[in-house]
């Protein structure tokens, strides 16, 4: 069953039988297939794209995955490729249902303020006017969709740079679009990070007005900033005293809605010492100046830092490769080489990291991770060479900004 356009736009409440024919997306209807061809009977395997028209806020997201006609391999991830169900098999004539929820925003604030996204902002699926979902996988096999509005539900705030942001093409990605595989239809992920930012530019663009035009009191930011932070060469720049004024901002007006806030300390680069074996530090005192303002504020913190050394040190110095986006000519047409962005298996390893740094906090948001979600250890990182991973269509060899 599908509901009727007027019926939709009043509720925001959406069905779609996705056995039936659907059209492309266009503007005035406010659904469909979209980004790639819809699939057809010579198609049936191909990935595809639906989206819905919607206001901004949270949307909890009921899909059942299967077919009548065929055996399935279903991957789903939504707007900037958040990972929300991997690749769940399906046997010829069997269904299995997944629920969760999309955060979907736009650059609006109010009717007088607008974030300052980036020129390659401008294109990604994060930041449109729409709610995205890819079906991905070697046989996506989709019976339907059924959205609706959810107002009440936690939501998780994301702020940081390339490490954290929901990374939108091939083969870069980052931890803050792999945790929402963690969590059930009870919460929210909602990723504001981008690349090449700072504690100072992300204030500065409106990201955290952005934020805080919607947090309420249960609600969670996590706070990674670090990497870019270091390169600021103004006046009074450095750890101890500019960044950490930078994080009192973001302590302050987050407590000031009744929100929890948690800090992060930024994930390692890939740079060994000589020796090959250890992980050097390439973050100076940034690390130690988080620590210190959690401290003295009682905010609470995961390690990432530490976490993050230990599974590359555990990785190895060729293996640790992996986890990174080095890929050779042959791939992309040009050799890849990135010590800092992680690859989609970096990636979900360094959100598994997130998650146990939260189980360690104890943080009531853990009720709601997924019943399969199993206890993680760096020192005992998951095989990289059984991980699998089903790459969308939009691939981009240019290193995002920031390193």
């Known amino acids: 069953m599908m509901a009727l356009l007027p ?17 492309v997306y266009n503007a005035e209807t ?3 297939y979209d980004v790639l061809p819809a699939p057809t009977k010579k198609t049936p395997n191909d990935p595809f794209y639906f989206s819905v028209k919607v206001d901004d806020g949270n949307y909890r997201v009921k899909v059942v995955l299967g077919s009548k006609k065929k055996a399935g391999e279903t991957t789903v991830r939504a707007e900037g490729r958040r990972l929300m169900v991997h690749n769940l098999t399906t046997k010829k004539g069997k269904f299995q249902t997944f629920e969760f929820v999309v955060n979907k925003r736009s650059p609006r604030i109010d009717d007088k303020t607008r974030v300052r996204i980036k020129d390659r902002e401008k294109d990604y699926l994060a930041w449109d006017d729409k ?6 996988g070697d046989a996506p096999a989709v019976q339907s969709i059924h959205i609706e509005r959810d107002n009440d539900c936690p939501t998780i705030y994301l702020c940081g740079n390339s490490t954290v942001v929901d990374q939108n093409n091939e083969p870069w990605a980052s931890w803050g679009q792999m945790i929402t595989r963690w969590f059930g239809p009870e919460v929210a992920i909602s990723n504001h990070a981008e690349s090449g930012l700072t504690a100072r530019t992300f204030i500065g663009g409106g990201r955290l007005d952005k934020i805080l035009s919607t947090l309420k009191p249960g609600d969670y930011v996590f706070v990674e900033f670090g990497h870019n932070d270091e390169k600021e060469k103004r006046p009074g720049d450095g750890a101890w005293y500019h960044y950490t004024y930078q ?3 973001f302590i302050d007006q987050v407590r000031s809605k009744g929100a929890d806030i948690v800090f992060c300390t930024p994930t390692q680069r890939r740079q060994f010492e000589k020796d090959n074996k250890t992980i050097r530090n390439t973050h100076g005192d940034f690390p130690a100046a988080m620590k210190s303002v959690a401290e003295r504020e009682k905010v609470q913190l995961i390690d990432l830092n530490q976490m993050t050394k230990v599974l590359f040190e555990t990785l190895g110095f060729e293996n640790s490769k992996r986890a990174l986006v080095h890929y050779p000519k042959e791939l992309y047409g040009r050799e890849l080489a990135d010590n800092t962005h992680f690859n989609p298996y970096g990636a979900y390893e360094v ?13 009531p948001i853990v009720k709601y991770l997924r019943p399969e979600w199993a206890d993680f250890n760096p020192a005992q990182p998951d095989d990289w060479t059984t991980f699998k991973w089903a790459p969308a269509r939009n691939a981009e060899i240019t290193k995002p900004d920031g390193n």
């Not at 736009?9 to 059209?23: H, I, V």
């Not at 959100?351 to 943080?363: D, E, F, P």
């Open 7 to 23: 019926t939709m736009a009043w509720s925001q409440t959406f069905d779609f039988d996705m056995t039936k024919p659907l059209p």
């Open 30 to 32: 406010g659904y469909g």
């Open 131 to 136: 709610l995205t979902l890819e079906f991905n």
């Open 247 to 249: 994080l009192k901002i």
């Open 351 to 363: 959100a598994k990291c997130v998650v146990m740094g939260m189980k360690q906090l104890n943080l």
